[in-house]
């Protein structure tokens, strides 16, 4: 298994371009995630993905779109990059997508894949 | 609001000797908790979680973290670090039902030979 893979791994964008960040899963998990990492400051939630079909907004939404193209694939969109969107950006999936009698995904460990370096000017 | 506090940036340890990487949490109802490393990079790997049950738990690469209801705490430790050890640390904390994972700011562990 491959776990999760990301592509590219790094990127450099001008002000207003857009781009697309790929992420995918080969360990059949139901919920998948994508953060940005920024020093000092953790990782912290774009947008995250509960199944196939659905997608909800996390901590930091403003700026981005995500895709969740099947139960595989859940990509991250940036239509205008912005200088403040400058950062690692990381993808991750957990087996459980209901939430259920059990707590659902947050018992569940998140897989990271390997980041993506993006850097705007 | 769920949130994680992890008070030191650095933390430096001499080789064989114990290790402390500290957290401290706020979440509503029963926490969940985890630890995470990230080796220069790479995406963050798992270490270990506290779900419910005994508060000592044992996770990989000889890590484990006490949890401590009354002192909202969940310290990662280690009998005797190795320089491999070295890497950035992050605690994390869940709520029952919840799909976020709060991180905390990330503790950097430095093993001196």
């Known amino acids: 298994n491959a776990g999760v893979t990301q592509t590219p791994k790094f990127q450099v964008l001008k002000t207003g371009q857009s781009m697309t960040l790929q992420c995918a899963q080969d360990m059949n998990h139901n919920s998948m995630y994508w953060y940005r990492q920024d020093p000092g400051m953790g990782l912290r939630l774009i947008y995250y993905s509960a199944s196939e079909g659905t997608t909800d907004k996390g901590e930091v939404p403003n700026g981005y779109n995500v895709s969740r193209l099947n139960k595989r694939e859940f990509s991250l969109r940036l239509e205008s990059a912005a200088p403040s969107q400058t950062s690692v950006y990381f993808c991750?999936?957990?087996?459980?997508?209901?939430?259920?009698?059990?707590?659902?995904?947050?018992?569940?460990?998140?897989?990271f894949g390997p980041g993506t370096r993006l850097t705007v000017l | 609001a769920q949130s994680v506090a992890q008070p030191e940036d650095q933390v430096n340890v001499a080789e064989g000797n114990p290790l402390t990487v500290k957290c401290t949490y706020s979440?509503?109802?029963?926490?969940?908790l985890f630890w995470y490393v990230q080796y220069p990079n790479r995406g963050l790997q798992f270490l270990l979680k506290y779900i419910t049950g005994d508060n000592l738990v044992k996770g990989s690469y000889g890590f484990e973290a006490e949890f401590n209801k009354s002192q909202t705490s969940f310290h990662l430790k280690k009998p005797s670090a190795l320089v491999s050890d070295s890497a950035l640390y992050f605690c994390a904390v869940s709520a029952f039902s919840s799909y976020k994972l709060i991180f905390g700011s990330g503790t950097r562990l430095l093993v001196r030979p």
């Open positions: 991750a999936s957990s087996p459980k997508g209901d939430r259920g009698p059990s707590g659902g995904p947050s018992t569940d460990t998140q897989y």
């Open positions: 979440v509503s109802g029963n926490p969940y």
